[in-house]
């Protein structure tokens, strides 16, 4: 079974709107941590935001707010007041356990394209 | 901080040859990663250190991918002989804690 499930297709949203960007995860691990990153065309990834599992709170970072269902196993990626730089590929990914088991499992991806 | 460093970013070779990626992490992290990312697979883990020891290779697709970290801030990436199947962005990344930082990449291509 996949890990990190990420299956919209490309999205789309006019500038200024809020968009939802999913990912389910799969793990049997208490400890674990997830995160998003963005990679525009240039190629590069960029860390957005992270949750841990013991996070009480939604975490957030500026117009990025993640929307943690532990029960659902769910971590969807909320962009508030879209930008036009904001049009790339998001990438959810986790690390389960903790400690020196430090490596990130990535989903496949979603593209995200912001209209003015 | 210069962030992570990766040289070069475009490399074009013909199947047969040997290459070679470099990565400089940021100074003072002690987990460094390799990642392959293509269309078909998405981004992949190759390889992660710990204090330049390897933890974890068994993402390394063939004995014809080797990697190596001899101090905290240098690690290469060799394959050898390549294929076109490697064709591909090289991620190198590192992380202190929890974040972890990518480099700029390196495009294979291998003709």
């Known amino acids: 079974a996949q890990k990190i499930t990420q299956t919209q297709p490309g999205m789309f949203v006019q500038e200024k709107e809020a968009v939802t960007l999913d990912c389910t995860y799969d793990?049997?691990?208490?400890?674990?941590?997830l995160f998003w990153y963005k990679q525009p065309s240039s190629g590069e990834m960029i860390f957005l935001i992270y949750?841990?599992?013991?996070?009480?709170q939604n975490a957030t970072e500026g117009r990025y707010s993640l929307n943690f269902q532990k029960a659902r196993k769910s971590a969807n990626l909320v962009i508030s007041a879209s930008q036009l730089g904001d049009s790339a590929m998001y990438f959810c990914a986790m690390r389960e356990g903790s400690g020196a088991n430090s490596k990130l499992t990535f989903g496949k991806g979603i593209t995200l394209s912001v209209r003015p | 901080d210069a962030g992570v460093i990766q040289s070069p970013r475009h490399e074009v070779t013909e199947m047969g040859q040997e290459v070679t990626l470099r990565c400089k992490p940021i100074s003072g992290h002690d987990y460094l990663f390799w990642y392959r990312q293509t269309m078909m697979r998405g981004l992949e883990l190759l390889i992660y250190f710990n204090n330049n020891v390897p933890i974890d290779d068994s993402g390394m697709p063939e004995d014809r991918f080797s990697a190596k970290m001899p101090n905290a801030s240098f690690s290469t990436l060799k394959i050898q002989p390549s294929e076109p199947r490697d064709s591909a962005v090289y991620f190198c990344a590192s992380s202190f804690n929890l974040e972890q930082f990518f480099g700029p990449g390196t495009r294979l291509t291998v003709l």
């Open positions: 949750q841990g599992s013991y996070d009480e």
């Open positions: 793990t049997s691990d208490q400890s674990y941590g």
